[in-house]
């Protein structure tokens, strides 16, 4: 290897990152089903990559970047494309993105449009806690409505009754993958003028037909959001991405996630704007002419930046986008058909993708009716003991959690309830789900179905 040039230094490691890659790691990518002997755990979720996550990140490691760089300049470019919108950011999880989402509304770039404290955010009581947590933490307030089963989305028509004259936004997410109904929620914001945050962090891939035309869910809101943890459609370790096509809104959310500061220019690069000096006294606040653009703050920000390395990973993985969703697709319909007699004869409910929807599944949720005689504490205990991993749909009913109440009643966060959460305290009580991501295949599928039945009927 003695007198190789930097590029042949580097290609030779990435290679031999490859072959070990191939050696060592070879049970995480599509084409290999492991052997399965029944009780093996059977997860819910996984990483699924190959050889090309292992280059691109040893790739990335060489160059020692390590703030965002070329990699996550790309990423985020191939991930606005993959969505179908003009900007995409980086951050460092799902959860930053929904903060970045909320806060970005609050700025006075906003005008009389922005989110206010005190101001109304509507969403649902059944979801995962930080879609709902960065209304509380921007000082508005959280107003619940039920969802619906089968679909475990928002019921659309308790919408109505939720608005009042505070009423600023909608911030809802695409429950495990089943895009809610777009059509309904964009027409209601239209009437009353509020911004739509959509959370697409379970649905990456998920597709909705408004008017005709099909797109990729996260297209939809005046912002959306996506998680790059592990058990996602696609992953980067930690990390998540915000979404916005309106330019001011883009910038908005790029000040919010690089500590509030009102110059573009990326890391470790100085004057890309050449503004850098130029400001005359008093453009910005009260600040001094020429006072370093960089140094300038135009909202009280965060730094949720993520990595190069964990972008380079990513570009590989969105490579691998589409065979993810079709296998989770392939692995929803298996589940389907083989508990379906289950729903005939009345023991669960099974779930629903909603109209003009084609769903990217996180999971495979399942409620069990009430006056079948086994609880969902009886029939997760049952697949758990013999390896099936399970999961809640997240909070439950989340303003029974208590963040928002003691076990005394006293109510801890300012929040309202639009009608009852009935459906809300069901998935609370009888509802699990199971994984379909990509590496479950047909013989898992088999046997957790054959487990669900024995769970429900012994
Ligand atoms: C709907 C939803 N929103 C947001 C998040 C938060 O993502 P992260 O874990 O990357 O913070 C999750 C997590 O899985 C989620 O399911």
């Given at each position: 290897m003695a007198g190789a040039t930097e590029k042949?230094?580097?290609?030779?490691?990435?290679?031999?990152?490859?072959q070990y890659a191939k050696e060592f790691h070879p049970l995480h990518d599509f084409d290999r089903e492991e052997p399965f002997n029944e009780g093996d755990r059977i997860s819910y979720a996984g990483r699924v990559y190959d050889d090309d996550e292992i280059a691109n990140l040893i790739e990335a490691a060489l160059e020692f970047w390590l703030t965002p760089g070329r990699f996550a300049r790309d990423f985020e470019r191939s991930l606005a494309r993959a969505i179908g919108v003009n900007s995409a950011f980086y951050c460092s999880s799902g959860s930053a993105a929904n903060l970045l989402?909320?806060?970005?509304?609050?700025?006075?770039?906003?005008?009389?449009?922005?989110?206010?404290?005190?101001?109304?955010?509507?969403?649902?009581?059944?979801?995962?806690?930080?879609?709902?947590?960065?209304?509380?933490?921007?000082?508005?307030?959280?107003?619940?409505?039920?969802?619906?089963?089968?679909?475990?989305?928002?019921?659309?028509?308790?919408?109505?009754?939720?608005?009042s004259h505070r009423t600023k936004a909608i911030a809802l997410a695409h429950t495990l993958g089943n895009p809610f109904d777009v059509g309904a929620v964009k027409a209601f914001c239209k009437k009353y003028n509020l911004w739509l945050i959509e959370d697409n962090c379970d649905a990456f891939g998920s597709e909705y037909t408004l008017d005709g035309k099909t797109a990729m869910s996260g297209s939809f809101g005046d912002i959306s959001t996506l998680s790059f943890y592990p058990p996602h459609h696609i992953t980067t370790g930690e990390g998540g991405a915000v979404f916005a096509n309106d330019?001011?809104?883009?910038?908005?959310?790029?000040?919010?996630?690089?500590?509030?500061?009102?110059?573009?220019?990326?890391?470790?690069?100085d004057n890309v704007c050449g503004d850098?000096?130029?400001?005359?006294?008093?453009?910005?606040?009260?600040?001094?002419?020429?006072?370093?653009?960089?140094?300038?703050?135009?909202?009280?920000?965060?730094?949720?930046?993520?990595t190069d390395?964990?972008?380079?990973?990513?570009?590989?993985?969105?490579?691998?986008?589409?065979?993810?969703?079709?296998?989770?697709?392939?692995?929803?319909?298996?589940?389907?058909?083989?508990?379906?007699?289950?729903?005939?004869?009345?023991?669960?409910?099974?779930?629903?993708?909603?109209?003009?929807?084609?769903?990217?599944?996180?999971?495979?949720?399942?409620?069990?009716?009430?006056?079948?005689?086994?609880?969902?504490?009886?029939?997760v205990r049952f697949l758990e003991d013999r390896g099936v991993q399970t999961r809640l749909l997240f909070a439950g009913n989340i303003v029974r959690q208590p963040a928002f109440v003691t076990s005394g009643g006293q109510k801890l966060v300012d929040f309202r309830v639009a009608g009852d959460l009935a459906n809300s305290d069901r998935v609370m009580n009888d509802t699990f789900?199971?994984?379909?991501?990509?590496?479950?295949?047909?013989?898992?599928?088999?046997?957790?179905?054959?487990?669900?039945?024995?769970?429900?009927?012994?």
């Open positions: 042949e230094r580097r290609s030779q490691i990435v290679e031999l990152a490859r989402a909320v806060s970005a509304l609050t700025s006075p770039l906003l005008g009389d449009h922005r989110l206010l404290k005190g101001d109304e955010v509507i969403t649902v009581a059944a979801g995962f806690p930080t879609t709902v947590f960065p209304i509380v933490q921007n000082g508005a307030i959280p107003v619940f409505v039920d969802i619906s089963l089968p679909t475990y989305n928002v019921d659309v028509s308790l919408l109505e009754n939720a608005v330019p001011l809104l883009a910038k908005i959310l790029l000040s919010f996630r690089d500590w509030g500061r009102d110059c573009v220019c990326p890391s470790g690069k850098r000096f130029n400001a005359a006294a008093n453009t910005y606040g009260q600040l001094p002419a020429g006072f370093d653009h960089k140094y300038t703050y135009s909202h009280i920000g965060y730094n949720f930046q993520a390395l964990g972008a380079a990973i990513g570009l590989a993985q969105l490579k691998k986008l589409a065979a993810n969703a079709a296998a989770r697709r392939e692995n929803f319909a298996r589940i389907f058909a083989a508990l379906k007699p289950l729903e005939d004869c009345g023991a669960i409910i099974l779930p629903q993708a909603t109209p003009r929807s084609n769903p990217s599944w996180f999971g495979f949720p399942i409620t069990i009716r009430e006056n079948w005689g086994r609880s969902r504490l009886e029939v789900w199971i994984g379909v991501y990509p590496r479950i295949g047909k013989r898992r599928c088999e046997y957790m179905t054959g487990l669900i039945a024995q769970a429900l009927n012994q």
